[in-house]
């Protein structure tokens, strides 16, 4: 028969508050007579009511017969929160060098069997160990730990971490803190602070680096303010190779920059001459930097500037942009880009969107001119691949067009600096530099 002796354990608890331990016992003791199998969550609610009240003979009597009947897989009649119980109660006793043969304490009956302590256990002694500054034998548990293929966690490495820091022993803490992130277990953003910070303090600021990247690589990211206090201490100390890297970090994963530490490292690089690498740095996200190697500012090695303060969309100079300085417009022609070429149709500037019945959507549409899937058409003209068509009348491919103007029964005149090549593609010169422009697929540069 199964009982639960919790009831029992209610009533000794209140038989010892009110003074009364003769009747608590008396209670304790009809409930062994009646010889009941418990389990272990039962019995350990009677050891801790034992314990309190300064039953200790009868907590370890009642100890050992779990011990006994654990006969595993038939019979578990102990867990790891009943050697919790009992370590426990030796440190409180000032019996701290106990703790381990009762940690590993086994059944004298014939088929008992000694229990396989999990990772809670070994827990639970490791930080009593540590709350005592007895490190060393904490750290043996933890070796013994990992060799029993258990998994340290969270509060294994905090506990030894913090108990490290406190013995001044920086190395090893640093040695465990790097264990905890490379077998990929959360460092919240109150431990990395703490742990950071202890390192900066005892002068271990370069050590930081490596940590914090390896936590970068896992979500959640680190904090903005952890990242804020490892590139301080790194630039107290001269690192700004280092400092540029946990930046980029910043950048590439989303990690907010705060405006004070903007302000902090623009200020310090100033200094140094190499301001305009924090300027790059913070403007051009997603890259990766490379201390000492010029960056690219677009992505796929296209030109470094732009004219006119023309910005760059995925790579592309021409992409899903139409800006216009000093009425400049861009030639759409296989992607290609002109610059410096204002385009007339009888004599009045034409413009992008609906207005005095030109209309841009995907094609041109002037006094009846209109560009689309890559034709003229004005007056019956029509232009297509390359060619010029004018009542019936055509140009073959590749031709090329005096003064790099042209004109067709009512077709605009086209004014500017440009050339048209082989097939239709143009070649130009921006801010001294030659190229091709790419045009991405969809966009309007590449129709």
């Known amino acids: 028969m199964v009982y639960d002796g919790i009831v029992n354990a209610t009533f000794m608890e209140w038989f010892f508050s009110k003074g009364k331990p003769k009747e608590a016992m008396e209670s304790y003791k009809s409930l062994l007579d009646k010889e009941f199998k418990m389990v272990p969550a039962t019995c350990n609610v009677l050891l801790e009511v034992l314990l309190k009240w300064d039953k200790k003979p009868e907590a370890e009597a009642l100890f050992d017969s779990m011990l006994d009947r654990h006969t595993p897989p038939v019979v578990q009649a102990v867990n790891s929160d009943t050697f919790n119980i009992m370590v426990n109660e030796c440190f409180k006793m000032g019996k701290a060098s106990e703790a381990y043969s009762v940690f590993k304490k086994a059944g004298n009956a014939p088929k008992s069997k000694s229990f396989s302590m999990d990772a809670a256990g070994f827990n639970n002694i490791i930080m009593r160990y540590c709350e005592n500054d007895m490190i060393d034998d904490a750290e043996r548990m933890y070796v013994e730990l990992c060799g029993k293929s258990l998994s340290p966690e969270v509060n294994t490495y905090k506990t030894l971490i913090d108990a490290y820091f406190k013995a001044g022993r920086i190395d090893e803490a640093i040695d465990k803190y790097a264990k905890m992130v490379d077998v990929g ?252 422009e790419q045009a991405q697929s969809g966009s309007v540069a590449a129709l």
């Not at 930046?247 to 989303?254: A, I």
């Not at 060619?387 to 031709?399: E, M, R, T």
């Open 185 to 436: 277990l959360r460092v919240i953003p109150t431990y990395a602070n703490k742990w950071f910070s202890s390192m900066i303090e005892n002068g271990k600021i370069v050590e930081c680096e490596p940590i914090l990247t390896k936590m970068a690589e896992r979500d959640p990211k680190p904090d903005a303010n952890t990242y804020d206090m490892v590139i301080r201490a790194l630039c107290v100390a001269s690192n700004y190779d280092t400092t540029l890297i946990l930046l980029q970090q910043m950048v590439n994963y989303g990690v907010g920059v705060a405006p004070a530490l903007k302000e902090y490292v623009l200020e310090v690089f100033d200094k140094l001459g190499r301001k305009e690498e924090i300027d790059r740095l913070l403007i051009a996200r997603g890259t990766v930097y490379v201390p000492g190697v010029p960056r690219n500012v677009n992505g796929y090695g296209q030109r470094n500037q732009y004219g006119y303060g023309q910005q760059n969309g995925n790579g592309n100079d021409i992409v899903n942009r139409q800006q216009y300085t000093n009425g400049n417009t861009q030639q759409y022609g296989n992607g290609n880009d002109i610059v410096n070429r204002q385009q007339y149709n009888n004599g009045n500037t034409q413009q992008y969107g609906n207005g005095n019945g030109q209309q841009y959507n995907g094609s041109w549409n002037g006094n009846g001119q209109q560009y689309n899937n890559r034709g003229w058409n004005g007056n019956g003209q029509q232009y297509n691949n390359g060619g010029w068509n004018g009542n019936g009348n055509g140009n073959g491919n590749g031709q090329q067009y005096n003064n790099g103007s042209w004109n067709g029964n009512g077709g605009g005149q086209n004014h500017g600096n440009w050339q048209q090549n082989v097939n239709g593609v143009e070649q130009r010169n921006v801010n001294g530099e030659q190229g091709y």
